[in-house]
């Protein structure tokens, strides 16, 4: 984490100078485990994985659970479709423009689906994906374009299923 009065910080590999609020920290799913949910919540809160689902008590919920589930923590979920200048023109099949291009300085939750299913991810202040699932190539290095892509030479098909801007409430 970074001092109170802020400092250089590594996180993914990155040197940040002089950040104020804590960097987002990869947070793992068990192997074959379907907790990517829980992960990516406990990434973008700030709570532990463990915390997470024992509130949860089965980590396989849908997005809403887990969208309700940080707006009781204190935040606010803004789909990102609503945002302003929000691109709604397709770059691809099933892929519209405005997810190819999320505002940065922002955390956001998305689901991505695929033939093999679907699969939540973090989106950090900087526009990289981190990925909760053990067998993801890359790890907080990527940007949504490049995973998305990179997700699609593997499956074949990919789409955005759900892609939510996530803020700490101001005085929660």
Request: charge should be negative.
């Amino acid at each position: 984490m970074v001092a109170a009065g802020g400092s250089e910080v590594e996180d993914h590999g990155r040197i940040v100078a002089d950040r104020r609020e804590p960097l987002m920290r990869m947070v793992k799913q068990s192997p074959n485990s379907n907790e990517c949910g829980a992960c990516v919540v406990a990434m973008l809160t700030g709570c532990t994985k463990e915390e997470v689902l024992a509130d949860a008590c089965d980590p396989e919920k849908p997005d809403y659970f887990w969208h309700n589930y940080m707006a009781g923590l204190g935040f606010e979920l803004i789909d990102a479709r609503n945002l302003p200048g929000f691109d709604k023109t397709l770059a691809w099949t099933d892929m519209v423009n405005g997810h190819l291009n999320l505002p940065l300085a922002s955390r956001y939750y998305c689901s991505i689906g695929s033939p093999a299913g679907v699969h939540a991810v973090a989106v950090d202040e900087e526009g990289h994906v981190l990925d909760p699932s053990t067998a993801a190539p890359m790890q907080g290095t990527c940007t949504l374009v490049e995973y998305l892509r990179a997700n699609y030479a593997k499956f074949g098909a990919v789409r955005i299923s759900c892609c939510y801007r996530v803020r700490k409430v101001t005085g929660s």
